[in-house]
């Protein structure tokens, strides 16, 4: 016992480094030497065509972290790039702006096909494009998560206009996902006028099947709107939580997977045109408790729609909706408050089945249905919802008492500052 003390008593203590690094090939070497601990300070200014590849391994306990000297300060302009890879690495404090000339994708949590990026954080960064601002490349992607159990948080991104997801979850054997987005702002993006306009993807057709885990929170949403997309879920086992949409055109996508729970989020349209909630494909999601207010959009862009399936569909169609439970959500005051058995694709003929409305609240507009049908729902069950309305084109409104008196509550716009970067507050 006695030996046991002593030498925990004269243990060596571990002392934890700072290094400056002023050029990229610098910052590469200092993180590769870097002890569990270690902290790696990318001085400020302008990184020009800077290739940034940042490889090392810290603990959970001891992370490496690299940050800029100044938040905000350490700017990554021209041709430049950053890839992670390792485990470990906490990356804060950089702004990558009007980035052009690589033909890659900004942000990649990897170094190659080879060398993933696990347990590693990017927190309190920017990657922005200023709006008079033209890319040489028509198509990339900002930021690409690989590997397992990433985060990317309290980030701000925005301007995005080329072709080409914002940020993407990739999935694979190498690739299972069980990422952490949350506390991130998503500025505006402009109309992209055709697919590929997505705010954030997680998943594809190929991987859709695949349990994603990824937790999606408290992030903020304004004015993405480069497609009907702007989050398109296509993976398995996904939540989305808690996070504001403000005047997007466009919806939370459950456009391929299963298992999926879509809560506490809040969807504000103030009134702009083609402004969109939540539209689910697939099997067993959960619509909880979510607050949908003055939203423009109809047809796929409704505020809660219910899509018709394909029969026998190939992994990037249109899966039947099955065992849906919708429950505790509140729609006022939207132009199309929800949408059962709706697709324009001809060859969707199956109507969603198993769907569970309960405890619902509904403030439709004047002359406007509480609920609307293209193609009536299968075993349909109602429990304790409450509209100001009558449904159209379903069999039974048992448990869905009509008061034409409901009131909710109307919901205020959130400060938009008080998500992303604390130095961009």
Not at 84 to 112: P, T, Y
Request: aromatic residues 6%; contains cysteine.
């Amino acid at each position: 016992m006695k030996a046991t003390l002593a030498a925990l008593f004269f243990a060596p203590i571990i002392h934890a480094a700072t290094f400056y690094v002023s050029d990229p090939e610098s910052a590469r070497k200092a993180v590769r030497d870097a002890k569990p601990g270690d902290t790696i300070v990318l001085t400020a200014g302008d990184w020009k065509d800077a290739d940034l590849r940042l490889d090392g391994d810290g603990t959970e306990s001891a992370p490496i972290t690299i940050r800029a000297e100044v938040p905000g300060k350490t700017v990554f302009t021209g041709a430049s790039r950053l890839r992670l890879g390792g485990s470990h690495l906490i990356v804060s404090g950089l702004h990558l702006h009007n980035l052009s000339g690589s033909k890659a994708d900004w942000l990649e949590f990897r170094i190659d096909s080879k060398r993933r990026a696990n347990h590693c954080r990017v927190t309190d960064c920017a990657l922005t494009a200023a709006p008079d601002f033209k890319a040489t490349e028509k198509e990339n992607r900002w930021i690409g998560l690989y590997g397992t159990s990433n985060q990317l948080d309290h980030c701000r991104i925005e301007g995005k206009k080329t072709k080409g997801t914002t940020v993407v979850v990739w999935l694979g054997e190498d690739d299972p996902g069980n990422h952490h987005l949350h506390h991130n702002h998503f500025g505006p993006r402009p109309e992209l006028g055709k697919n590929g306009g997505e705010t954030l993807r997680i998943g594809d057709s190929n991987s859709s099947m695949m349990d994603a885990r990824c937790l999606v929170e408290e992030n903020l949403f304004h004015a993405c709107n480069g497609e009907t997309e702007c989050v398109s879920n296509k993976s398995c086992s996904n939540t989305y939580r808690a996070n504001t949409f403000i005047e997007v055109e466009g919806t939370l996508t459950l456009r391929h997977g299963n298992r999926c729970i879509v809560e506490k989020n809040l969807f504000l349209g103030n009134h702009k045109t083609r402004t969109g909630g939540i539209r689910v494909i697939g099997e067993d999601h959960q619509i909880l408790d979510n607050h949908l207010q003055d939203l423009e959009g109809d047809g796929f862009r409704t505020a809660i729609t219910l899509i018709n399936g394909i029969p026998d569909s190939v992994l990037n169609g249109y899966f039947q909706v099955k065992n849906t439970l919708i429950r505790g959500n509140t729609m006022l005051n939207c132009k199309h408050s929800m949408l059962l058995g709706y697709n324009d694709v001809k060859k969707a003929t199956l109507p969603p089945i198993g769907t569970r409305l309960e405890r619902n609240r509904i403030v439709a507009r004047p002359g406007q249905p509480a609920i609307e049908t293209k193609l009536a729902p299968e075993t349909f069950t109602w429990i304790d919802n409450e509209a100001n309305a009558e449904p159209i084109g379903l069999p039974t409104q048992s448990g869905l008492k009509h008061n034409s008196d409901l009131a909710i509550k109307s919901h205020s716009t959130p400060a938009l500052d008080a998500f992303g970067p604390s130095w961009m507050r």
